[in-house]
């Protein structure tokens, strides 16, 4: 299986099991960048032009050129690369040295690092884990005003046609059914004599 370095280092993995997480087995978050080319010291050991046998073939220029295929996607990220299919005859790449791809690793890992001890110590973060983690109580006064006030709801507005919860659903008055009478606030309907 190819291994694609841009997409295994440095990246942040999501998974509630830790042990899992360790293992590098979550959610990845593939949107965060690993590399970080912002180098001053960064140059090319050397350019490659692509042959009819290295034709959309990253992985085989990268093992030819760098020693190892795990670099293809370093090279490609260099060279503005984002389809390996995009690779034709003749395109000049250019050839980091592993040490200086591993450079660009470094040199991003440490931004992560500062940035993630950074947010870590802010007074807005250590008062946000503070509220999570306070257990909220309810007070007894509390809780008798909103017992009285659930059990003493003002009533719902709702259309016409719709009675209120709780209200009956019909009425009987002698030989006569009425479906919902508190709806209309009409009462009962009462029987045409012809």
Known sequence: MLEIDTLSVNKRIFNPN??????SIGIWDLTQASVNYNIQFMNSRKVFR?????????????????GDSQ?????????????????????????LSPEMIRKTYDKKKDQISGQSTSQQ??????????????????????????DKTIKNKP??????????????????????????????????NKPLNK
């Open 50 to 66: 692509v042959t009819s046998d290295t034709v959309m073939r990253p992985d085989l220029i990268s093992l030819y050129q760098i």
């Open 121 to 146: 110590n802010t007074p807005l973060d250590n008062l946000k884990k503070a509220q999570e983690d306070k257990v909220f109580k309810v007070s007894p006064g509390r809780k008798n005003f909103l």
């Open 155 to 188: 009533p719902l507005i709702l259309p016409p046609n719709v009675s209120q919860p709780g209200d009956r659903k019909f009425a009987r008055k002698g030989n006569v059914f009425t479906f919902a009478p508190d709806a209309g606030k009409g009462g009962f």
């Open 71 to 95: 670099y293809c996607g370093s090279m490609m990220k260099v060279n503005g690369i984002s389809n390996p299919f995009s690779i034709d005859e003749g395109r000049l790449l250019f050839i």
């Open 18 to 23: 830790e042990s899992d997480q360790s293992k």
